[in-house]
């Protein structure tokens, strides 16, 4: 049974960071990419960062480009998101995400088919 539990989310003031951790079990970690997704009220869930499977290769939306970093520690089947510089816009439920069997890219967002539950992240102004 594939599970991901994400934790890390919070409420912070602008400018502020936040670091989400994802935890995985009931897949093979190290053959997947892992990625985070945020999905705000009313508007569609979207791919914030992706990571390859060894950890080479990442991907960001433009819209976290420099401020946000993924990282991974396969040994710990554990996917890092740091996220700095925070903004209201950034506000949303991230959603942490594994595309099995992905080996050595990062993929599109259509690859991701097992989903965390979702952590509350809230950033004031």
């Known amino acids: 049974q594939v599970q991901l539990v994400e934790s890390g989310g919070g409420l912070v003031q602008a400018g502020g960071s936040l670091r989400l951790s994802c935890a995985a079990s009931g897949i093979i970690f190290r053959f997947s990419a892992m990625g985070w997704f945020r999905q705000a009220p009313g508007k569609q869930r979207e791919l914030v960062a992706a990571?390859?499977?060894?950890?080479?290769?990442?991907n960001y939306a433009d819209s976290v480009k420099g401020r946000f970093s993924l990282s991974r520690d396969n040994a710990k089947n554990t996917v890092y998101l740091q996220m700095n510089s925070l903004k209201p816009e950034d506000t949303a439920v991230y959603y942490c995400a594994a595309a099995q069997g992905l080996i050595g890219r990062v993929g599109t967002a259509a690859d991701f088919g097992s989903w965390g539950q979702g952590t509350q992240v809230t950033v004031s102004s």
């Open positions: 990571i390859s499977s060894g950890g080479v290769i990442t």
